[in-house]
């Protein structure tokens, strides 16, 4: 079964993706099975997407629902499960205003129109520049691809759009350097997820809102990794008490249906987007936004981001232990909460493999660094069995 599915994916889809020779069937929990039939522990996540892991009930019924109800209206009428969404998003992430998007990458490139639009509405000019950071990443798009700190990912699609230039994350005067009377934004993740697993330092972020503040810019957070109570709070800026104007959000909001947002504070929003300037046919529709809802709901009845909190530090725990008694193979643990590397001193790609193998899902990211996104539902006994087969890859590995 897996064979056959593989076969006629790779006669059919564009070839854009480096694909494990996995084709997956059904989800339980915090496993997946394969086509045929083999069973994984999952610490994907589907990137950080699947917060509450699979076929969640509450989360099963609420799509059915409004699955038997509406599906789709067009955002030229108004509707229950768009009004509820809002409402819920909006007081979690502790902002005024939000728009749906479809993807991350749409919601990064909401950030950038809204950023030029509030400083073109103060001055009337179109030269203004966004900050943004080395190693960073914010999606595919163009505009996404414009801000993502890697020559990798932009080089083929050259030029980009105008007046992005990049500063060093997590070191202040590198900042300080590029601003000029032009820059209108700062835009980060306060936890970098492709660039590495690289928390933000708090007097990092601090003395940006300070620079920010003074000069009415305008501090802009991706949160689309790294929020939905992936640090334990709701997003991360949350637990390191730094708020931003605007950010983008993803991912684990819809816990696998394809929807983003960006959001922004009420001062934003008086001084930038106007009927007209943003739309959307698909974003926010209303079969989207009830997944939305009911993942703001199952958080706040489950007590996801304290679960988290919870289990960080033996999550924490088993990784620092592996890493103490591997010191030739990983270099160093970083992260946040249930996001979590290890850089390896040899091709993560051989890590990937050889858990893959013994019935674990991990992933890669970048700087050689074993990345670890688990649903948000994972136990003790999860992070167990997840320790014990790196276990067993490290000891393989150190025998070679």
């Known amino acids: 079964m897996n064979s056959e599915i593989i076969k006629i994916e790779d006669k059919n889809i564009l070839g854009v993706y480096n694909r494990f020779q996995i084709a997956l069937d059904r989800g339980e929990g915090v496993h997946l099975y394969d086509a045929d039939g083999k069973k994984y522990l999952d610490f994907g996540a589907g990137i950080a997407v699947c917060c509450l892991g699979y076929s969640h009930e509450g989360y099963k019924t609420a799509l059915k629902n409004q699955i038997d109800k509406l599906m789709h209206t067009s ?61 960073s990443f914010h999606g595919r798009t163009m505009g996404a691809v414009s801000v993502t700190g890697n020559e990798h990912y932009r080089e083929p699609f050259e030029p980009m759009i105008g007046n992005i230039r990049f500063a060093t994350y997590n070191d202040i005067d590198s900042v300080k350097a590029l601003i000029n009377d032009r820059t209108c934004a700062i835009l980060l993740e306060p936890v970098q997820g492709e660039g590495g697993i690289r928390p933000a330092k708090e007097s990092f972020l601090k003395e940006l809102r300070r620079i920010c503040d003074e000069k009415d810019i305008l501090l802009m957070f991706d949160e689309i990794q790294c929020g939905m109570g992936r640090t334990g709070e709701y997003f991360a800026w949350q637990g390191m008490g730094v708020k931003p104007d605007c950010m983008a959000v993803a991912k684990g909001i819809g816990n696998g249906m394809p929807v983003g947002a960006f959001l922004m504070s009420e001062k934003v929003a008086e001084g930038s987007m106007k009927p007209g300037d943003h739309g959307t046919t698909y974003g926010g529709n209303p079969l989207a936004c009830s997944a939305v809802a009911a993942v703001a709901d199952i958080f706040e009845k489950e007590g996801i981001p304290a679960h988290v909190r919870e289990l960080t530090p033996y999550f924490e725990g088993r990784l620092d232990g592996l890493a103490q008694k591997y010191p030739t193979l990983i270099k160093e643990r970083r992260g946040s909460g249930f996001m979590q590397g290890l850089e390896l001193t040899f091709p993560v790609s051989e890590a990937v493999a050889a858990a893959q193998k013994r019935g674990l899902l991990v992933i890669s990211a970048g700087g050689n660094v074993l990345r670890m996104v688990p649903p948000l539902v994972i136990e003790k006994e999860h992070i167990e069995e997840m320790a014990d087969i790196l276990d067993a890859v490290f000891a393989e590995k150190k025998d070679q």
């Open 75 to 135: 955002n030229l009428y108004y509707s229950k499960p768009v009004a509820e969404a809002a409402e819920k998003l909006c007081r979690a992430a502790k902002m005024d205003r939000v728009f749906f998007t479809n993807s991350g990458a749409e919601a990064i490139e909401g950030l950038i129109k809204t950023a030029r639009k509030y400083a073109y509405t103060k001055d009337g000019h179109h030269d203004h520049e966004i900050i943004a950071m080395e190693h």
